[in-house]
């Protein structure tokens, strides 16, 4: 698999999915709009990408504060960049193959 990376932006609210690829899924089901302290909880389903556990499934619930990073094998990264109006802005890092959208 070529191992170039990309950053791709994307703005999610409550309930949409954020796509990384075909095996990807990120859907946010709560987002504390507060500015010092927001976070998103999430639930993240789909297959690592990369790494020992390359092709692993997951489904798991997470919670992201602004400015942490959720990996999800050793290519794909996703960042909480800022909450604003109840939309979760986030940064994703994957290899250039792979699309990004939101659902």
Known sequence: MDTAQQLHKAS?????RLRIGTKIIIVPTDIDDNQTSGAVHLT????????????ALMHENRELRIGNRIEMG????????KISNGVAHFGVTCPTQFVVFVE
Do not use: S
């Open 74 to 81: 050793a290519l794909i990264g996703v960042v909480l960049l």
């Open 12 to 16: 999610v609210r409550i309930d949409q």
């Open 44 to 55: 993240l389903r789909g297959e690592l990408v990369g790494g020992p556990d390359d092709g």
